[in-house]
Each structure stands twice: as C-alpha cells, then as structure tokens.
C-alpha cells in the first residue's frame, strides 16, 4: 500500500519511519522544504507545498491510504479547519483511497467536570481549537471517502516531553479544587494504532487515542519531577493562575475529563506498549 501523509510533523515523521519499516511506499507534504529534505533523508518521498492541492495528480492518484495531520489554521485569535477549504476538490483526485485518518484531538469533548467520555459522548468544546477540530473531524467523515478520525490527548515522546522544563527549573502548574483531569499518549502507541486501522479500516469510526492511566496535570508534573530528579513544580491557585499564566496555557488547563480508551483495545490495540506515562518516560530515560 502505498502512504500519504499530510503535514507531516512530529507524528507523521513517527508514522513513515515506521511505514517505511514495514515496506510500504510513503510521500509527505509539508510547508517547509528544509523539512522535505530530511524526510526525503528517510526514504520518504516529500513535497514541500501549502495544500494538498499542490501535490501531483500522481501522487494523490496512487494513495491506497491518506493520513491527515495537517494542523489548524490561525488567523488572529481564532482556529479555523483548513481542510474545508480544499477537502471536496480534493475527494476526486484520491481515486484509489481505501483508507484516510485525520488526527483530531479530545479538545473537541470540552469540558466534563472530571467525568468520563467516550465517543458516544456529546461533543460541546468551548474552546476555538476544540471547534475548529471537531468541524475538520465533520468535514473528512462526511467527505464520502473511506474516512476515519481519531481523537488524540496529550502526544509525549522522543523529543516532546516535559523533562527539559522540569528539570530547567520554574515549571508551573495549577492546583485546582476539585482536580481538573487530563490524558496522555505516547506517540508510538498512536503510529501503532494508525497501522493497525489501515489493516482493519472502518469507515465512519471516531476511536480516542489515550493510555490507560488520566491523572490530574498538577500530579503528573509532581510525579515526573520525582522520577526524574527535577526541581518540584510550582503550583499556582487559580487565581494566581489567571494572573499570571498565559491565555494559550490556561486554555490547556480549563477542560476536565477522563477519556476511555475502551474501543482503541477492542478494535486496534487490546495492549498498549506504554499504558500510562510511567513506562513511557522510562522508555524516554533508558534511551
């Protein structure tokens, strides 16, 4: 089969190394040519371009499977889902797509006071990057291509951790009453379950990807630090938090949820490889 992936950042890099490994043709799009080259570098084959539009007539035609990961568009303070912009002129030129993914995020859930969510849940995401992902998710599902999304918590990995910052010094994080919950998943479980959907495509499926373990962010940074050896996290009172925390960090604090992963082991993992953030930041320490 042959792989495309677009916007191919940190998860899509993830994604063609691992195709490649497997022996399947890849090409990539993204914005920078610098970027291009490196994938080019691992046996990728990359065009650097502003839309998927850009790519040759071939390249789109031969896709059997096309992986989105292009991120959202920001014009001043709002998020808007570029994929409405060229996904309908693009569905005729994926003549031979048996499988497309989009990477969305569980942003789209807003926020449940804490309680549990899977994706029966109703979507009410108050935040602009929550809407403007669930309007990309609409708009590949009712594409009329063979699309699936699927709904990502908090990527950590190789290269995209916390560990510098803890171990910096200053790290600051918010202690809120009641708790406010959040999710995590390292980045090869979301390439494994990728793969496994290309193997076993479902049409229409939404499916969260997030290991089994939601803790609250002001515990997870205090046990990271203790396993590391890094300086403990400040943490702020909310009030403190609103004073002098950022908008865009805040925004990362609002939400509260736990997100079932509950049909990510029934269709594509049964085992993930780093069910909580414990085995992936070893992982992340023995190498």
């Known amino acids: 089969m042959r792989l495309l992936i677009l916007g191919c950042g940190y998860v899509g890099e993830r994604l063609a190394r691992a195709a490649v490994a497997r022996g399947m043709r890849v090409a990539a799009m993204t914005r920078s040519r610098q970027r291009a080259e490196a994938l080019r570098a691992l046996g990728v084959e990359a065009y650097a371009a502003a839309s998927p539009l850009e790519l040759p007539a071939g390249v789109l035609a031969r896709a059997g499977a096309v992986l989105d990961s292009i991120p959202l568009a920001r014009e001043g303070g709002s998020c808007l889902p570029p994929q409405r912009a060229w996904l309908p002129a693009l569905r005729e030129r994926l003549a031979g797509a048996r499988w497309c993914g989009y990477l969305s995020s569980t942003a789209v859930y807003g926020d449940a006071g804490g309680d549990w969510v899977d994706e029966a849940s109703p979507c009410r995401p108050a935040s602009a990057r929550g809407r403007a992902r669930l309007a990309a998710e609409q708009a590949w599902l009712e594409s009329g291509l063979p699309a699936e999304a699927f709904r990502l918590a ?134």
């Open 154 to 287: 908090g990527i950590y990995g190789p290269g995209r951790n916390l560990l510098a910052r803890l171990r910096a010094g200053g790290y600051r994080a918010v202690r809120w009453e009641p708790p406010r919950w959040s999710n995590r998943i390292h980045v090869d479980d979301i390439v494994a379950a990728l793969l496994a959907a290309m193997d076993a495509p479902r049409p229409g499926r939404v499916a969260n990807l997030a290991d089994d373990a939601p803790l609250p962010h002001a515990d997870y940074v205090r046990e990271l630090a203790r396993m590391v050896g890094a300086p403990m996290p400040e943490l702020l009172t909310p009030e403190a938090a609103e004073r002098e925390l950022s908008p865009a960090a805040l925004e990362f604090f609002r939400d509260s949820k736990r997100v079932s992963n509950a049909r990510l082991h029934a269709e594509l993992l049964p085992t993930l490889r780093y069910p909580d953030f414990r085995a992936g930041i070893a992982s992340l320490l023995d190498e």
